[in-house]
């Protein structure tokens, strides 16, 4: 029984410092390695490894955010008839003017450039012309960004 007592006194030290050990040295690793640049590089850097995107009829992000009216809708309809539609959350962009949402949508979808100065899509924001519109304009809640191939027409 004595054993017994002193071996698991024994485990239960080392148990203890190895926890200690692990623990202060990945707060020391992470407080060494950890940077809001590098966060920032993670969550708004572009993929290196990921191919460039031309074609957003065929690529889109799915689902429905839960956040109410607070969304902005982006729809993409190609020469070929195809559409592709897109729903993000508001608080997704730091900016909320209408070429930074455009391009910021883009830059996710890894587009090769900025998306409001490709000469391949004309957009539209509830049916206003982009162009038409200041850069700087901010985008309403429960938007919807239309973009077409440039020669194909409205449906």
């Keep these: 029984m004595k054993q017994r007592i002193r071996y698991l006194k024994i485990f239960g030290i080392i148990y203890v410092f190895l ?12 407080n060494k390695n950890f940077s809001k640049e590098s966060l920032e590089q993670l969550i708004a850097g572009r ?5 460039k995107n031309i074609d957003f009829c065929k690529s889109g992000l799915l689902g ?11 729809v993409f309809s190609c020469q070929d008839g195809s559409k592709s539609t897109s729903t993000l959350a508001m ?14 949508y883009g830059r996710i979808l890894n587009f090769d450039g900025k998306l ?18 200041d850069a700087q304009t901010l985008v309403l809640e ?4 239309e973009c077409y191939q440039f020669e194909s027409v409205k449906q």
Excluded: H, Q
Excluded at 64 to 72: H, N, Q, W
Excluded at 116 to 133: P, T, Y
């Design 19 to 30: 926890g200690l050990l692990l623990f202060f040295g990945l707060k020391y690793r992470v």
């Design 142 to 145: 429960a938007s919807t960004i």
């Design 64 to 74: 429905e955010p839960k956040v109410g009216r607070e969304y902005i809708k982006f």
């Design 116 to 133: 409001s100065e490709s000469n391949l899509w004309k957009c539209s924001v509830n049916g206003n012309d982009v162009s038409a519109l």
């Design 47 to 51: 993929p290196v490894l990921m191919s």
């Design 91 to 104: 608080n997704a962009f730091k900016d909320k003017s209408i070429v930074a949402m455009i391009n910021e």
